[in-house]
């Protein structure tokens, strides 16, 4: 769902490209949605589902660790529900999928067999 606001912010950007581009439009358009805040939309938080493998930590300084980290997420004002370790994570890898779309493409001998990445 897309609002006028936004709509308009994208037409007035292609416009723009097309004007110093020779009339052409970009291949590829990535949308990165950031520094938006989640307050003032409301959910429900639930508890991060942790697995422990091996571990010399106690189980209660993991625990600890892991809830102040949950604190320490640059893109929110509030505490999210997985480590931001995770979160950066995933957002390397979506830019890596937007920008480098060719390296994830699947093998031929993986294409019949469920395989995702």
């Known amino acids: 769902m897309l ?3 936004l709509i308009d912010a994208f037409k007035s950007r292609l416009e723009l490209w097309q004007k110093y581009n020779q009339g052409t439009l ?7 949605r950031d520094g ?22 106690a189980a209660n300084e ?3 660790l892991t809830y102040e980290l949950c604190y320490l997420y640059g893109r929110a004002i509030k ?11 995933d957002i390397v890898c979506e ?6 779309p060719e390296i994830f493409e699947v093998h031929e001998t993986l294409k019949d067999t469920i395989y995702y990445i």
Not at 39 to 55: D, E
Not at 79 to 88: M, N, R
Request: charged share 15%; glycine share 0%.
């Open 95 to 100: 830019r890596a999928r937007a920008y480098r």
């Open 3 to 5: 609002s006028a606001h």
């Open 36 to 57: 938006a805040c989640r307050a003032k939309y409301p959910a429900k938080a639930s508890p991060p589902r942790l697995t422990i493998v091996v571990s010399a930590t």
């Open 62 to 64: 993991l625990e600890s």
């Open 79 to 89: 505490a999210v529900s997985i480590c931001p370790p995770a979160y950066y994570a």
């Open 26 to 32: 970009p291949d590829n358009i990535v949308i990165f």
